[in-house]
């Protein structure tokens, strides 16, 4: 599907794996030129050689860094408005869940996971606005279901979580009307930590789709299955693109139907 990026630069966090790649993919897909990161520079050149490929080098600006390091994002920052003149959209989507209750939890675990689910919002939104404004262009967060429907064994994440909405919320006012924001509530999506969760299955003879539909099940998801992060990406290249013009400070669930709220 073309979401209309065709002359329009994106900014994807995390986009070596899993849903930031899918997202990277549809926006190439739809006509923008990406700046990706992410932290493993290995698996980065990796990704990016096939973009390349797939999309045209100059298209593609990928650089391995840690969201989480001030001083890196603000090259980033500087790196993508050399290459390809400013940024309309960015998509917050770098780091991964904690599994921990309440009593396994120490205070340096929550203040890393504060610190991982905050300041990956903060520090490329705090890079990326002077040309986001410029630009009159969009935030998309990734965020989780967690925010409003916390899960006991995930507490860190279900609470920094609720903050990062939060705080996405307050952006999505201070912001407008130049820049809008928005964010997508994940339920279960198939990619690389549930990949990594499933690889340590306590039961090594239960096929990955066993695994998945006995997990879907176990969850209740109406839909019956975990999404596929194409699904997820969707969603996010849809709250980005100029057919989302008068969305602003929205959530869109993503999720197979997992909410209990109305
Ligand atoms: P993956 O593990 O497949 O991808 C995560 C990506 O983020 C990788 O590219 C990783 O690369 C990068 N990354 C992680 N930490 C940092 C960091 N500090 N700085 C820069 N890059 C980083 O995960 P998913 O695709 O599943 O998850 C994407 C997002 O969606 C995450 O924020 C996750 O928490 C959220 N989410 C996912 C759900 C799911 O079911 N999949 C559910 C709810 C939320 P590298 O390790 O090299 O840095």
């Known amino acids: ?3 209309g990026f065709q002359g329009r630069v994106a900014v994807v966090t995390g986009g070596s794996s899993g849903i ?7 926006l190439l897909g739809s006509g923008a030129r990406v ?3 992410a932290r493993n520079e290995g698996r980065l050149a990796d990704v ?4 390349k490929r797939d999309f045209g080098a100059e298209r593609v600006l990928a650089t391995a860094l840690d969201v989480l390091d001030e001083a890196a994002v603000e090259a980033f920052a500087v790196e993508v408005a050399a290459a390809f003149g400013g940024c ?3 998509v917050n989507n770098a780091g991964q869940g904690r599994i921990s209750t309440f009593a396994d939890t120490g205070d340096a675990d929550w203040r890393a996971e504060l610190d991982l689910k905050l300041f990956s919002q903060i520090r490329p939104v705090r890079a990326f606005l002077p040309m986001l404004r410029e630009a009159r262009g969009a935030i998309v967060a990734v965020n989780s279901l967690l925010a409003y429907q916390p899960e006991p064994h995930m507490v860190c994440t279900s609470a920094a979580r609720a903050g990062v ?9 201070e912001l407008a009307p130049a820049v809008r924001v928005n964010s997508v509530l994940l339920g279960l999506v198939g990619s690389g930590q549930w990949t990594r969760r499933f690889a340590e299955r306590e039961d090594k003879s239960q096929s990955r789709e066993a695994w998945y539909a006995a ?13 596929d992060p194409e699904e997820a990406a969707a969603a996010i290249a849809f709250l980005g693109s100029p057919a989302a013009s008068y969305i602003t400070g929205a959530q ?3 999720s197979g139907g997992l909410s209990r709220h109305i």
């Open 1 to 3: 599907m073309d979401y």
């Open 48 to 51: 990016a050689a096939v973009l």
């Open 20 to 26: 930031g790649l899918a997202t990277v993919r549809t």
């Open 35 to 37: 700046a990706l990161c």
């Open 252 to 254: 869109l669930e993503v």
């Open 165 to 173: 909405q939060n705080l996405l919320k307050s952006l999505s006012v």
């Open 215 to 227: 997990l879907a099940a176990r969850k209740g998801i109406p839909l019956g299955r975990l999404g």
């Open 88 to 90: 309309d959209l960015l």
